[in-house]
């Protein structure tokens, strides 16, 4: 296993009894699937791993032997569930008309999926998600499942010059998705325009190419 999230941790799985997953990748989705029930049933902070186990049907070292403590699996949640707003997002980007106009829409449609989502209210609403966001961001996990996905968008975007680049389109990529999860945590006021008036009005522009002084 190579992400973060799993650093140290063994790779030989503990028996599942009659229901042994195919593989790694379906035993750690099982186990999201339980911390994400134990969440709606006890909230983030008083779920334990002991809790998941008992939810996913299997001993408490099994937990650990995919993640390696509760922010791990915590961040693993949240990178899963911000993956799928992405994914609902992905059409816009398909859409004709100028990346951030493609952007604009994309960020809608992210944050109605995401303020649907129950995981992502969890975890914005609960007081550690800033932890959780902070676990999330320093994953590898986070990186290949969430960042790169928009960081292909704007790397097109940028060759054609529709987006700044002055700066490293990871940062405007992580900008970008931390913005979201502002919004979503806080909408945008509605005599501020809402949030698409709060993203034309500071995102947009935060984003815009570079022009020289006096043109």
């Known amino acids: ?3 973060s999230i799993a650093d140290g941790v063994s790779s ?5 009894g009659a229901d042994t997953p195919a593989g790694e990748a379906e035993a750690r989705e099982r186990l999201l699937d339980a911390a994400e029930a134990c969440y709606a049933a006890r909230g983030p902070r008083r779920t334990s791993m002991s809790n998941i186990a008992s939810m996913a049907g299997v001993h408490r ?9 509760k922010d791990a699996m ?36 992210g944050m109605n999926a995401a303020r649907s989502s129950s995981i992502i209210r969890l975890l914005v609403d609960d007081e550690e998600v800033a932890g959780t966001y902070r676990a999330a961001e320093a994953s590898e ?3 290949e499942a969430v960042t790169s996905q928009l960081e292909g968008r704007m790397v097109e975007a940028m060759r054609a010059g529709e987006v700044r680049d ?20 806080e909408p945008g006021h509605i ?25």
Request: aromatic share 12%; proline share 9%.
């Open 141 to 143: 996990l986070w990186r």
């Open 74 to 109: 915590l961040a693993a949640c949240f990178v899963r569930a911000t993956a799928g707003v992405l994914k609902a997002a992905d059409p816009e980007f398909d859409s004709e008309g100028p990346f951030l106009e493609k952007l604009v829409r994309a960020w809608i449609a």
């Open 61 to 69: 070292t099994t937990v650990y032997t995919y993640f390696p403590n």
């Open 166 to 185: 002055d700066l490293p389109v990871e940062t405007l990529a992580r900008w970008v998705i931390r913005c979201v999860f502002s919004f979503i945590a």
């Open 12 to 16: 030989r799985a503990p028996a599942w």
């Open 1 to 3: 296993m190579t992400d």
């Open 191 to 215: 005599d501020d325009g809402g949030d698409e008036g709060l993203m034309r009005a500071f995102v947009i522009p935060s984003l815009e190419p570079r022009r020289p002084p006096g043109r």
